[in-house]
């Protein structure tokens, strides 16, 4: 974030009901509240409970379900008929984030490096990710489709409370996206399919963090912090753009690619509570904050080695080097409030494999390997990220010809990693070095639900 101041029916018309979807006001509720990441940085790769199942290896090629308006449109040509589905992540995230040292260096402990104290912290609570999918052809050959796709493709709530070490670094984090994606595709030949949408994004962002009071006696405490909160919102427009080729009948070749979007936020910043000299640094004023999220390109394959077994991969590449600072401009003519954030694009490699045990049951498995785009230097408890290793299996089950039920379990692995930053404080007053030891992992239940008709 650079942010300046969060089985075919031949001959049936393809009848209404996508637009319908858009009237889900309960849904998109739901999706501004969807929380912390799953995967590095703050992007939820959480959009197909299937893909779940099989740590997201060879998505952008596959076209097995109405999520692929999400990882790759042109795969809505490989459907066998309309479909609508809803699908559920409950991402259960634990970090510890202990103490390591951190210490007040200000007028008030005589320029004497000071333990101030602080619990330890635990930002993550439990939360639902849905997602809803609509697609059908529009002609009676089935080479035109039309599809919709509500998600929460970036997303991030962290709280650690007032009374924690690291809040003159952060207290709370939030970052919400709803993204709307109206998608076409176009079966071009028997080998080539292709598809995009535009990305239709709602952003909401709010950070707040304590100041310390670099005058207070023997060091700072929550009773003298201060207290920064800066908030805002943006819609903004992006697009994405797929290719499936089918060199042979017994494989595929996925390319995505989605855009890159800036949110230029809009809302509210200030400072408050700070007491004594330093009262006069209290303000409240307008701010705006550009928020600037990856672009994010796909490359997957998937080979049936035989009419049951089928064999995945896929590599994600992600440009969070758009990501460099914090920027909060204000108003009433203070400087801007910058932090450097100094993210680096990563990649994403998985693989996996599906395996047909029979009409009714699909069984899937995948591992894939996440690297994180924050640098050791710059890396805050706002995302306290590293490199993961993801361990997943999932499982389908055609009820019906016209009902599914998709479900999937992930284990996410998170490298130990360390947190070193300096706090400047107010006025030329001192700074407070906070430091913290990181141990986090992530678990993910799936549950998804599609009807064909």
Known sequence: MHARPPRRHPGRAAAASLPTLLGLP???AALLAAGPAGAAG????????KGVGRAFAGEAALG?????????PAGMT???????QLGGHVLILKADLTDAGSTATTLGTGGAAVRYGGANGDPFDTTPVPNFYAAMPVDDDHRVWLGVGISAPFGLVADYGDGWFGRYDSTKTELKTIDIAPSI???ASDWLSVGGGLDIQYAEATLENAVANGLAPGGPSPATDGHARVEGDDWSVGYNLGVIFTPVP?????????SAISHDLKGTASLTDLTGPLAAANFRSDGQAALDLPAVASAAVAVDVTD???????VNFYEWSRFDEIRVQ?????????KTQNYEDSWGVSLGAEYRLDPAWTLRGGVQWDQTPTVDEYRTTRTPDADRLWLAAGASWEVSDWIGIDMAYAHIFVDDTRIDLIEPGIGGTGQVNVRADVESSIDIVSLQARLKF
Do not use: C, M, W
Request: glycine share 8%; hydrophobic share 40%; aromatic share 10%.
């Open 330 to 338: 204000f108003s009433n003519g203070l400087p801007d409030s910058v």
């Open 64 to 72: 097995s379900d109405a999520s692929t308006i999400f990882t790759n």
């Open 78 to 84: 490989r459907l066998d008929g309309r479909q609508v």
């Open 26 to 28: 309960a849904l998109a």
């Open 308 to 314: 049951r077994l089928t064999l995945l991969g896929q």
């Open 185 to 187: 595709a176009f079966k």
């Open 42 to 49: 703050f992007f939820i790769q959480e959009q197909s409970v």
């Open 250 to 258: 017994q494989a595929r070749i996925g390319l995505h690619y989605r």
